[in-house]
Nanobody, 124 residues
């Protein structure tokens, strides 16, 4: 069983930055591919970014490409999502997700473990 805890959300003005963190426990972190998703009120959960087990491969939703950066520190059992140039449409509950695999993709169904989420609110 993998336990994920997100932190770092908050209220920020448009154009600002936030860094989300996701700490994993219960399994060797380097055995996990990690992803970040978000869900706004009344909308489906959507893919934001993913990173492979080593951190050598990353991929992003088109809506965040060039603004967000996903990374990981296997020594600290932590995945990060650096969010820059935030827009009001980035407002959502952000979730960290994990799967026991070298790589993962964009579909929520690919992930076996989820955190409780951290709220990000961007004011205009």
């Amino acid at each position: 069983q993998v336990h994920l805890v997100e932190s770092g959300g908050g209220l920020v003005q448009a154009g600002g930055s936030l860094r989300l963190s996701c700490v994993a426990s219960g399994r060797t972190f380097s055995s996990l591919a990690m992803g970040w998703f978000r869900q706004a009120p009344g909308k489906e959960r959507e893919f934001v970014a993913a990173i492979n087990w080593s951190g050598g491969s990353t991929w992003y939703a088109d809506t965040v490409k060039g603004r967000f950066t996903i990374s990981r520190d296997n020594a600290k059992n932590t995945s990060y999502l650096q969010m820059n140039s935030l827009k009001p449409e980035d407002t959502a509950l952000y979730y960290c997700a994990a799967v026991v695999s070298y790589y993962s993709g964009w579909a929520p169904a690919e992930y076996d473990y989820w955190g409780q989420g951290t709220q990000v609110t961007v004011s205009s």
